[in-house]
C-alpha cells in the first residue's frame, strides 16, 4: 500500500469538494445551485444550439442522475427554455434564455471572485505542472 500516493488522492478529493461547497456558497444568494449553473453555463457555451438532456449531462463537470429535475427548476425560474424536438418527438430541445444569460452573467462574476485570490495561490507554471499531474494520474486510468 502507498500511504503517499492515497493521501495524494485524499487531499485532490477534499479539495474538490471544497472548491464545490465554495461555488455552491457563492451562487446560494441567487438561489441557483452549483447544478443549476453548471447547466446553464454548458447550454450557454452551445451558443443558441439547442440541446437535449442527454448532451448537457455528458458536458457537466459533477454529472448528475436528476437532470430533468436541474432542468425543471431552471425553466420554472425562466432561465431555460424546452421545445419538442423537431426530428425525434421523444426527446427535447433545450436552451438558455436571456434571462439566463443575464443570471449567468452575475453567477459566472460571483464565481471568478471566488476564484481570483486563489489564482495568486500558485505560479502559472505551478498551475501547468498542477494540471500535468493530474491528468498524467487520469490517464493510467485509461490504459
Same mark, same amino acid.
Not at 38 to 47: P, S
Not at 118 to 131: A, G, H, I, P, V
Given at each position: 500500500m502507498n500511504k503517499t500516493y492515497y493521501?495524494?488522492?485524499?487531499?485532490?478529493?477534499?479539495?474538490?469538494?471544497?472548491?464545490?461547497?465554495?461555488?455552491?456558497t457563492e451562487l446560494k444568494e441567487f438561489?441557483?445551485?452549483?447544478?443549476?449553473? #453548471?447547466?446553464?453555463?454548458?447550454?450557454?457555451?452551445?451558443?443558441?444550439?439547442?440541446?437535449?438532456?442527454?448532451e448537457i449531462l455528458d458536458n457537466m463537470v459533477q454529472r448528475s442522475s436528476n437532470i430533468t429535475r436541474i432542468v425543471d427548476k431552471l425553466l420554472s425560474k425562466g432561465f431555460v427554455e424546452r421545445k419538442e424536438c423537431p426530428t425525434n418527438r421523444r426527446k427535447m430541445d433545450i436552451t438558455i434564455t436571456q434571462e439566463g444569460e443575464v443570471i449567468l452573467k452575475k453567477l459566472d462574476k460571483k464565481v471568478h471572485d471566488f476564484h481570483k485570490?486563489?489564482?495568486?495561490?500558485? #505560479?502559472?507554471?505551478?498551475?501547468?505542472?498542477?494540471? #500535468?499531474?493530474?491528468?498524467k494520474l487520469k490517464s493510467k486510468q485509461n490504459d
Open positions: 493521501q495524494a488522492i485524499h487531499q485532490i478529493i477534499i479539495t474538490g469538494h471544497w472548491i464545490t461547497d465554495q461555488v455552491s438561489g441557483i445551485t452549483e447544478p443549476q449553473y #453548471n447547466v446553464l453555463r454548458t447550454l450557454k457555451g452551445a451558443k443558441g444550439k439547442p440541446l437535449t438532456v442527454q485570490p486563489l489564482m495568486t495561490s500558485l #505560479n502559472q507554471e505551478e498551475f501547468e505542472m498542477l494540471k #500535468n499531474l493530474i491528468l
